[in-house]
């Protein structure tokens, strides 16, 4: 039977490597053959935006509005056939952040506003509900759009929009360089651990050294890469192969996502709905 050091040193090693791996999930989600990723790259980066634009002009007590909101990434999951559970697992990782930029609400604002079944409830948890909402909403758009898009193609996109070629050139390179930053810590990780027999050498005064020499190898391997880059006639710019025009199914979905937008954000939908639901009942 290995010694427990071992067991959690194979465990460790085993849980980064599944993390490293899961991030090139959604690029290769982004080569299925359906009708949403057989769209023109800039129509799924328009409609995305003018959504992501939309959600964040509803007013921070607004909840009822924002929820005719989730049929686009529900359509999306259904025609694209992207798995729910992954991308829900990605939202719900960096949700943190948005729980912390909206816990303090409650606190601050508690003028009760309404009462759930006799429970009364303030304008700083309905503001609360609002942000995490939202958040919900934005980052499921953005991640679906690296699913059935692929980072290159929304780069491709922008280039084809008029975006400067070099905030272009700098977001291809910093996402390039997330993953060589990842590999080197993934070495590094394994060394340590293969290293660590006992419990020494996993202290956590180990981790100072180790992030600076983390940092020094991977400037080297960029440099690395980049004069590699330099020898096969890298001049700034990037040539794609694949260019792509804009068909009648791109007019019309991106025509029908601004107009469905326009009217769940004009008009109170769910008010509308259940006041004929009240009028047949």
Known sequence: MD???FKKAKSLLIMIDSDYFSLGVLDSLSY???????????????????????VASFPKYEISGLFPLFVFPTLV?????????????????????AIFIG???????????MHV????????WISFSSILLKYVLTMSAGLLLIATTSFPGICLALQKLGVPEIFISQ???LYRYIFVL???????????????????????RIFIPLIGTLFIRAIERAERIYQAMLSRGFDGAFRWVRGGHLRRADFFCLSASVAALLLFRCYDVVGFLGRQTLRIF
Request: charged share 25%; with cysteine.
């Open 77 to 97: 999951f259904t025609f694209a056939r992207i798995p729910f559970r992954l991308i829900a697992k990605k939202i719900l990782v960096v949700s943190v952040f």
């Open 182 to 204: 990842l590999e080197e810590t993934l070495r590094m990780v394994r060394a340590r651990e293969l290293r660590s027999f006992t419990r020494r050498g996993l202290e956590i």
């Open 171 to 173: 977001l291809l390179f």
């Open 3 to 5: 010694p427990p050091v």
């Open 117 to 124: 079944g006799g429970i009364p409830v303030s304008a700083g």
């Open 32 to 54: 299925k053959n359906t009708c949403i990723h057989r769209l023109d790259p800039r129509t799924k980066v328009l409609s995305a935006l003018a959504f992501v634009i939309t």
């Open 103 to 113: 816990l303090f609400n409650p606190l601050l604002d508690r003028e009760i506003v």
